[in-house]
């Protein structure tokens, strides 16, 4: 029956209560104290000869399965085919003595090599059937590291049971009753063997082990311990597990690389026993930038990336092996503040070609500026006063004439200025730094910094300057930084007219002046005037101060003890108004005006104005490089073809004394030309284009139908953009009747026929190039003075003519011309329009 039902097994296992059980397993004495109750040692495919139970503490002194005693309470049965197999089984209480380990020997005795063995755990009251350790991180950049405890019990109901690390107790429960009366907080296997698991959860943050609570600091492997008590006399049980901690942290973390964007770094390596790889922690401030994961203890170099330029990182190394060791000391370094080309560095921040130095915080060498030419080996380079450039400064020694030193690092090249001793007058201001080489070498990089004395002006600048003209009056900001000496005054003007004035100003907390402060470490402060300006006022709260043309305003530092700063700055002002503004012409809802433009240097563009009442109806920006709308259009019309001219704009860019002209034409769908006069009545899905772009103030337009009313428009434009259109409307001329021939019905013969109808043909021929060569003459011949006739002689005519197209934005030449394919003209050949995809020549 054992046999049928574990048929399928291969290789020694155990049996117990009809449940397999693998080797190792564990079996509580009073539930294996009957021969029904016995533990089934089973080898499938086999035929027992032989087979042994043994005490393992006992190897020379089998079980004897045929009779019991206080030093062998055992007896067994067997079966012999078609699995050998041999059942043990407690024929009388299990001595203290007689407890633990006991093995199964399978077909033979335990002393043939050859036979499959197995183990058992026979014991008395309790016992811990395991204690193991569960979740352990693979990914070791989680941090602190998180794990479980598990530690199952086994065996009488009744015990105490703990788990701790060295003398400290991560989890106690006493009095522990699994008969229902239980209060200890395990979690149920089976209920048949009393299977209980315990669990605490740990966490590690490198130093210290805690749960909730309770922490222990420790170093090296953690060694932990789960203890069960047995109250009624048995011995008490200690499991311990040994988790893998690295005791060391890895030495030498060096810097050996960095640009702007990454850092590599190295360090030296642990043996493979003391680690199996390592973990690299990048922080900015208190933030975690990144943590990366190195497998293998050999392996001690790595590049961090995705980096940000110009800023500070700390970086540390921690060996793993199960878990993180300990931390290696942190080294800070600095990214390029940018991948090419030189650049400073102070107090760990980035500073741009003329940046400003206060005296006083770069009077020692930890307080240096740095002059930085990523990727490049210093040579020779320099600093040089720009006031004095045969005499550079000397990094090793210094002088009343010359109160510097310098440091250098040879890759990337680096020259770090700082002060040795007190900063004279006559040698503040301006310094360049030449790298890698001297300033002598043409194909070296410079930078320039300014060193100065009390306080300075780093910046006077105007802001929020609107592009929107047509907001009116217009505001905007002045903005003058003040860095250096915490002691000084301040104040901005225009002329002779302060805007603001602030005196006995202090940056050491009991400034009594509005700035904003930018940088406490170099004092830089930033003061702010708001100014509007009505056209004819500057003003700023309740000052104001009539002005004309360019406005110039003046930033003052006064430094009580040293020389006073001054800055200036223009705002760029049109000091006259256009002239001649006139109205060109006007409908129902338009009016289109001109004025006399100002040359380019004296203005960009222009405001229109429109008031009715006292009321702001429009206010148009006029950017200056749009021309103005064309003069007046005419046109002259025929039957399929139409001359469309025009005047040039009156308003042309200074800067594009070329313009382009566009033409479009459709035929207006309500067929009246008395109902439409402006470009309102331009359908744009529908109107067809061409481009004069040789400057000529004309077109010929052909292919259209006759007697149909159509409008035209034109509209001059650069590359910035389309003046207004202007149009005309215009109704084609009716086609003459065209005279119907036929043979008559007489009867001929075949040759008289065809010789009659040649003839005809012939005459048509004729008759059609004599009605061409008319019309042609007509255009040649059509006198100047002619109502809505083109004013130009017509044999200085020379036509264009173009075939329908798609919107054509020409790119414009330097000369800002442009050549179109679809539109050529020539002052001896026209151009007509057969077909809207077909053009012929004639002469």
């Given at each position: 029956m054992l046999f049928s039902n574990y048929i399928d097994f291969t290789g020694i296992f155990l049996v117990y209560n009809e449940k397999c059980y693998i080797n190792g397993s564990y079996f509580w004495d009073t539930s294996v104290n009957a021969a029904t109750e016995a533990i089934s040692c089973v080898l499938p495919g086999t035929s027992l000869t032989t087979g042994q139970w043994v005490r393992v503490a006992d190897p020379d002194d089998p079980v004897d399965c045929n009779s019991n005693s206080p030093s062998d309470p055992f007896r067994c049965t067997n079966v012999t085919s078609p699995a050998a197999t041999i059942n043990l089984y407690l024929a009388q209480g299990l001595p203290a003595a007689q407890e633990g380990w006991y093995k199964c020997c399978l077909p033979t005795d335990c002393s043939d090599p050859n036979s499959d063995i197995i183990f058992a755990n026979i014991f008395r009251y309790a016992e811990i059937e395991s204690f193991t350790v569960a979740d352990l991180p693979s990914d070791m950049t989680v941090y602190p590291q998180e794990f479980k405890l598990n530690c199952t019990k086994i065996g009488h109901y009744g015990y105490g049971i703990s788990m701790g690390i060295g003398s400290t107790a991560l989890a106690s429960y006493t009095d522990c009753y699994d008969d229902g009366t239980d209060n200890c907080p395990g979690t149920e296997l089976d209920s048949f063997t009393n299977r209980i698991r315990y669990t605490v959860d740990i966490t590690w943050d490198g130093t210290t082990v805690s749960s909730g609570s309770i922490s222990q600091s420790t170093t090296g492997d953690q060694m932990y311990q789960c203890v069960v008590d047995n109250p009624s006399g048995g011995d008490d049980?200690?499991?311990?597990?040994?988790?893998?901690?690295?005791?060391?942290?890895?030495?030498?973390?060096?810097?050996?690389?960095?640009?702007?964007?990454?850092?590599?770094?190295?360090?030296?390596?642990?043996?493979?026993?003391?680690?199996?790889?390592?973990?690299?922690?990048?922080?900015?401030?208190?933030?975690?930038v990144q943590t990366v994961q190195v497998e293998g203890s050999s392996n001690n170099t790595i590049t961090?990336?995705?980096?940000?330029?110009?800023?500070?990182?700390?970086?540390?190394?921690?060996?793993?092996?199960?878990?993180l060791g300990p931390a290696s000391s942190a080294i800070s370094v600095f990214t390029h503040c940018q991948q090419e080309g030189i650049y400073f560095m102070y107090n760990k921040k980035c500073y741009i070609n003329g940046s400003y130095f206060w005296d006083t915080s770069v009077n020692a060498v930890t307080e240096a500026i740095s002059c930085v030419l990523p990727g490049t080996s210093l040579t020779t380079g320099q600093w040089v006063r720009v006031a004095d450039p045969d005499d550079p400064v000397d990094c090793n020694s210094n002088s009343a004439s010359d109160p510097f030193r310098c440091t250098n690092v040879i890759s990337p090249a680096t020259l770090n200025l700082y002060l040795a001793q007190g900063l004279p007058a006559a040698q503040e201001g301006w310094y360049k730094c030449c790298l890698p080489t001297d300033c002598s070498d043409h194909s070296t990089k410079i930078i320039f910094a300014n060193v100065f004395r009390y306080a300075e002006i780093e910046s006077f600048t105007i802001a929020d300057l609107s592009p929107d003209m047509t907001v009116y009056p217009q505001e905007y900001k002045l903005n003058c930084t003040k860095i250096g000496h915490y002691g000084y005054g301040i104040s901005m003007s225009i002329g002779s007219t302060a805007l603001a004035s602030h005196t006995n100003c202090y940056d050491d907390g009991t400034d009594n002046c509005p700035g904003t402060e930018l940088d406490s470490f170099t004092n830089r402060i930033r003061y702010t005037v708001d100014i509007t300006w009505d056209g004819t006022t500057v003003s700023s709260g309740s000052i104001s101060q009539s002005t004309t043309g360019d406005q110039m305003y003046q930033c003052v530092l006064d430094n009580p003890s040293g020389a006073d700063r001054t800055r200036t700055l223009t705002i760029k002002v049109p000091a006259t108004a256009p002239s001649s503004l006139t109205e060109v012409n006007k409908t129902t809802t338009t009016i289109t005006v001109s004025w006399?433009?100002?040359?380019?240097?004296?203005?960009?563009?222009?405001?229109?104005n429109v008031t009715s009442d006292t009321d702001t109806v429009q206010t148009v920006q006029v950017e200056g490089s749009i021309p103005g709308p064309v003069g007046s259009i005419s046109s002259i019309m025929d039957t399929t073809w139409a001359v469309i001219s025009w005047s040039v704009p009156s308003y042309i860019p200074s800067d594009y004394p070329i313009v382009t002209y566009e033409i479009g034409y459709h035929v207006l769908l309500s067929g009246n030309c008395l109902m439409a006069y402006d470009d309102e009545y331009i359908n744009t899905e529908i109107?067809?284009?061409?481009?004069?772009?040789?400057?000529?103030?004309?077109?010929?337009i052909t292919g259209l139908n006759d007697m149909s009313c159509f409008i035209f428009c034109v509209r001059a434009y650069t590359s910035?953009?389309?003046?207004?259109?202007?149009v005309i409307?215009?109704?084609?001329?009716?086609?003459?009747?065209?005279?119907?021939?036929?043979?008559?019905?007489?009867?001929?013969?075949?040759?008289?026929?065809?010789?009659?109808?040649?003839?005809?043909?012939?005459?048509?021929?004729?008759?059609?190039?004599?009605?061409?060569?008319?019309?042609?003459?007509?255009?040649?011949?059509?006198?100047?003075?002619t109502a809505n006739r083109q004013t130009k002689a017509d044999d200085d005519i020379a036509m264009q003519v173009c075939e329908p197209y798609e919107i054509h934005k020409a790119n414009l030449s330097e000369e800002y011309e442009a050549v179109y394919d679809e539109c050529q003209t020539s002052p001896d050949v026209v151009y007509e329009c057969v077909t809207p995809n077909e053009c012929v020549t004639t002469t």
């Amino acid at each position: 029956m054992l046999f049928s039902n574990y048929i399928d097994f291969t290789g020694i296992f155990l049996v117990y209560n009809e449940k397999c059980y693998i080797n190792g397993s564990y079996f509580w004495d009073t539930s294996v104290n009957a021969a029904t109750e016995a533990i089934s040692c089973v080898l499938p495919g086999t035929s027992l000869t032989t087979g042994q139970w043994v005490r393992v503490a006992d190897p020379d002194d089998p079980v004897d399965c045929n009779s019991n005693s206080p030093s062998d309470p055992f007896r067994c049965t067997n079966v012999t085919s078609p699995a050998a197999t041999i059942n043990l089984y407690l024929a009388q209480g299990l001595p203290a003595a007689q407890e633990g380990w006991y093995k199964c020997c399978l077909p033979t005795d335990c002393s043939d090599p050859n036979s499959d063995i197995i183990f058992a755990n026979i014991f008395r009251y309790a016992e811990i059937e395991s204690f193991t350790v569960a979740d352990l991180p693979s990914d070791m950049t989680v941090y602190p590291q998180e794990f479980k405890l598990n530690c199952t019990k086994i065996g009488h109901y009744g015990y105490g049971i703990s788990m701790g690390i060295g003398s400290t107790a991560l989890a106690s429960y006493t009095d522990c009753y699994d008969d229902g009366t239980d209060n200890c907080p395990g979690t149920e296997l089976d209920s048949f063997t009393n299977r209980i698991r315990y669990t605490v959860d740990i966490t590690w943050d490198g130093t210290t082990v805690s749960s909730g609570s309770i922490s222990q600091s420790t170093t090296g492997d953690q060694m932990y311990q789960c203890v069960v008590d047995n109250p009624s006399g048995g011995d008490d049980r200690t499991c311990t597990l040994t988790i893998k901690v690295p005791a060391t942290a890895p030495s030498s973390l060096t810097e050996v690389n960095k640009t702007a964007t990454t850092i590599t770094v190295s360090w030296t390596a642990l043996d493979s026993s003391d680690a199996d790889g390592y973990v690299v922690n990048v922080t900015s401030d208190t933030d975690t930038v990144q943590t990366v994961q190195v497998e293998g203890s050999s392996n001690n170099t790595i590049t961090v990336n995705g980096l940000r330029r110009g800023k500070t990182y700390s970086i540390t190394v921690r060996a793993y092996q199960q878990l993180l060791g300990p931390a290696s000391s942190a080294i800070s370094v600095f990214t390029h503040c940018q991948q090419e080309g030189i650049y400073f560095m102070y107090n760990k921040k980035c500073y741009i070609n003329g940046s400003y130095f206060w005296d006083t915080s770069v009077n020692a060498v930890t307080e240096a500026i740095s002059c930085v030419l990523p990727g490049t080996s210093l040579t020779t380079g320099q600093w040089v006063r720009v006031a004095d450039p045969d005499d550079p400064v000397d990094c090793n020694s210094n002088s009343a004439s010359d109160p510097f030193r310098c440091t250098n690092v040879i890759s990337p090249a680096t020259l770090n200025l700082y002060l040795a001793q007190g900063l004279p007058a006559a040698q503040e201001g301006w310094y360049k730094c030449c790298l890698p080489t001297d300033c002598s070498d043409h194909s070296t990089k410079i930078i320039f910094a300014n060193v100065f004395r009390y306080a300075e002006i780093e910046s006077f600048t105007i802001a929020d300057l609107s592009p929107d003209m047509t907001v009116y009056p217009q505001e905007y900001k002045l903005n003058c930084t003040k860095i250096g000496h915490y002691g000084y005054g301040i104040s901005m003007s225009i002329g002779s007219t302060a805007l603001a004035s602030h005196t006995n100003c202090y940056d050491d907390g009991t400034d009594n002046c509005p700035g904003t402060e930018l940088d406490s470490f170099t004092n830089r402060i930033r003061y702010t005037v708001d100014i509007t300006w009505d056209g004819t006022t500057v003003s700023s709260g309740s000052i104001s101060q009539s002005t004309t043309g360019d406005q110039m305003y003046q930033c003052v530092l006064d430094n009580p003890s040293g020389a006073d700063r001054t800055r200036t700055l223009t705002i760029k002002v049109p000091a006259t108004a256009p002239s001649s503004l006139t109205e060109v012409n006007k409908t129902t809802t338009t009016i289109t005006v001109s004025w006399t433009a100002l040359d380019s240097s004296d203005a960009d563009g222009y405001v229109v104005n429109v008031t009715s009442d006292t009321d702001t109806v429009q206010t148009v920006q006029v950017e200056g490089s749009i021309p103005g709308p064309v003069g007046s259009i005419s046109s002259i019309m025929d039957t399929t073809w139409a001359v469309i001219s025009w005047s040039v704009p009156s308003y042309i860019p200074s800067d594009y004394p070329i313009v382009t002209y566009e033409i479009g034409y459709h035929v207006l769908l309500s067929g009246n030309c008395l109902m439409a006069y402006d470009d309102e009545y331009i359908n744009t899905e529908i109107l067809q284009l061409c481009n004069s772009s040789n400057g000529n103030t004309f077109i010929n337009i052909t292919g259209l139908n006759d007697m149909s009313c159509f409008i035209f428009c034109v509209r001059a434009y650069t590359s910035n953009g389309y003046g207004d259109w202007i149009v005309i409307v215009n109704e084609t001329l009716k086609l003459p009747p065209q005279p119907s021939y036929s043979c008559p019905s007489i009867s001929f013969t075949t040759d008289s026929v065809i010789a009659l109808c040649v003839i005809v043909g012939v005459l048509l021929i004729l008759l059609t190039v004599s009605f061409i060569f008319n019309i042609y003459c007509f255009i040649k011949k059509k006198s100047p003075s002619t109502a809505n006739r083109q004013t130009k002689a017509d044999d200085d005519i020379a036509m264009q003519v173009c075939e329908p197209y798609e919107i054509h934005k020409a790119n414009l030449s330097e000369e800002y011309e442009a050549v179109y394919d679809e539109c050529q003209t020539s002052p001896d050949v026209v151009y007509e329009c057969v077909t809207p995809n077909e053009c012929v020549t004639t002469t």
